[in-house]
């Protein structure tokens, strides 16, 4: 099933992002960008279903951002806890 153009009901091919605000619209998003070669309409679509879902994306973040915050407060912890007690005294 082809992707079709709102504006002439043509074909569209991908289009490359244009810049960091269009590269985060397709990361975060459901949406990709798309060209008409006929009337040269350019906007933003609904990815079609059979590529990799949003919720397996999203699942990836918030794994990665579960990973960053737990060594984040492990190394918080240490910190506080080198503070409150000082380092360890060494014999000798």
């Given amino acids: 099933m082809a992707t079709v153009c709102p504006k ?10 244009r810049g ?3 590269t985060l ?3 975060f998003t459901n949406y990709r960008p798309y060209r008409c070669p006929q009337c040269s309409w350019r906007g933003f679509l609904p990815k079609r279903a059979e590529r990799v879902s ?31 007690y000082g380092p360890p005294d060494l014999p000798g």
Avoid: D, P
């Fill in 54 to 84: 949003m919720g397996a994306r999203r699942l990836t973040y918030l794994a990665i951002g579960a990973v960053v915050a737990i060594v984040g407060l492990i190394v918080v912890l240490h910190f506080v806890n080198q503070v409150e």
């Fill in 20 to 22: 960091r605000l269009e």
């Fill in 8 to 17: 002439c009901s043509r074909s569209l091919f991908k289009s490359h992002t």
């Fill in 25 to 27: 619209i397709k990361r």
